[in-house]
């Protein structure tokens, strides 16, 4: 067995294992923490695929600021007793199947055309892409005030999130 396939055997089952807890578990952070597996997976295949920019992404973007908004979220809210209910798994359930045999069909009736991947020579190479994406992030004609706009947001929101959460805590409590 190659050490790919090895790879993407135990990447495949940390990313079901993950969706798995964040489906089944009673508690909503272990839930999280299963989400955040299951992205930490992704990231993991597309690190297979040889895009490093794409992992990088995943990791930053998806288990970095969606986990936590996600935590905040949870934070901020009340718990709800009926949030796990049999009924509710079982509807999300069916439409998960539905959403599955919809993208299995889509993806078994696709050419087999990758973009960006030459079949002789394999993925193009990682870090002239990193590189790019970087240099036009920091160019004062391309990226960069949006890029500086965008941080200066999400600081935005986390320090109000913040300030609403030590708000409503010290209120009842």
Known sequence: MSAEI??????????????????????????????MLSLLGVAGFYVLL??????????????????????????????????????????????????????????????GRWYGVDPDRGPASGGAVIREVGNAFMDKEAYLLPFEIASVLLLVALVGAVFIARREGGRGS
């Open 6 to 35: 090895l790879a993407f055997l135990v990447l495949a089952t940390a990313t079901v294992a993950g969706g798995v807890v964040t489906l089944w578990s009673r508690y909503v952070v272990h839930s999280a923490f299963g989400l």
């Open 50 to 111: 040889g895009s490093d920019f794409l992992a990088v992404t995943q990791v930053v973007v998806y288990v970095g600021g969606v986990v936590v908004l996600y935590l905040f979220g949870v934070m901020l809210t009340p718990p709800d007793r009926e949030e796990r209910s049999i009924r509710r798994i079982a509807v999300a359930g069916i439409f998960a199947v539905a959403a599955l045999v919809v993208l299995l069909k889509a993806v078994f009736g696709m050419e």
